[in-house]
């Protein structure tokens, strides 16, 4: 069975609560997330968070929303998706970052549709600009693993910044799993960052956020606005330098 596996706390490092705090008509980040998945997919959805307190309010927001929460490692993220995975009898995972507002539906379908035709792979996601998605500051894609290459993972290295980064180990050593990339055909401007990471972050996308709702945005819509909004595109470049992945 495939399902998304969201992976929040409360604790950021330089940003604390912002998954948490009211972000667009008093929503936070994450309950919009789990509207929009919930809105367009029937699958199973596990928010997989932390057993430390700070995060109870994560688990409030679950219950509220209708969705499973799983509480396990605070700093071994691979295992709390191992785990959460075995519990709720997943043995594909869709991962979605909850810092990401602006995650799109129509490249997780191509993600989904992709693994339908092609269900003996470990991994796959989107290639943009030659660098996998899940390391770009532009925070539009998601990614699907297997628990199984998760555990091979942890049988193949004790090196916590792979424990961190869940799935950082499958793509950089190819070798080791199979892998295909999906090609990002929109063009993008370098300078174009949704995730968000800083208090500056919230700000500039939460007011983002809004006028896409407004507007009624697609993805497309999106980058083309971003991309004559030279003022815009500075400060995120300024945010994109000062927190590099």
Not at 30 to 36: D, F, G, H, Q, R
Not at 43 to 54: D, E, G, V, W, Y
Not at 189 to 210: A, C, G, M, W, Y
């Amino acid at each position: 069975m495939i399902g998304f596996i969201i992976q929040a706390r409360t604790e950021s490092t330089r940003y604390p609560n912002k998954i948490v705090l009211p972000f667009y008509q008093e929503d936070s980040i994450i309950t919009l997330l789990l509207k929009k998945l919930k809105s367009n997919f029937d699958l199973p959805i596990i928010l997989a968070t932390s057993t430390k307190t700070s995060n109870d309010i994560i688990e409030k927001i679950a219950i509220e929303n209708d969705v499973s929460c799983f509480r396990g490692s605070e700093n071994d993220v691979l295992q709390r998706f191992i785990d959460a995975a075995e519990k709720f009898n997943l043995t594909y995972i869709i991962r979605i970052c909850s810092d990401n507002p602006f995650i799109d539906v129509e490249r997780i379908q191509l993600l989904l549709n992709f693994f339908n035709e092609n269900q003996e792979l470990d991994y796959i996601s989107f290639l943009v600009k030659n660098t996998p998605s899940i390391k770009t500051h532009f925070g539009f894609w998601s990614e699907i693993v297997s628990l199984e290459a998760l555990k091979r993972v942890k049988s193949l290295t004790n090196d916590g910044f792979y424990f961190e980064h869940v799935t950082n180990f499958i793509y950089t050593n190819p070798s080791s799993f199979k892998i295909e990339w999906i090609d990002e055909q929109k063009e993008l401007n370098e300078s174009i960052r949704t995730t968000v990471d800083t208090q500056e972050d919230f700000s500039i996308v939460s007011q983002l956020f809004e006028k896409s709702m407004e507007q009624k945005w697609n993805l497309d819509n999106l980058i083309d606005f971003l991309s004559a909004q030279d003022e815009l595109l500075e400060k995120m470049y300024k945010q994109i330098h000062s927190n590099s992945k």
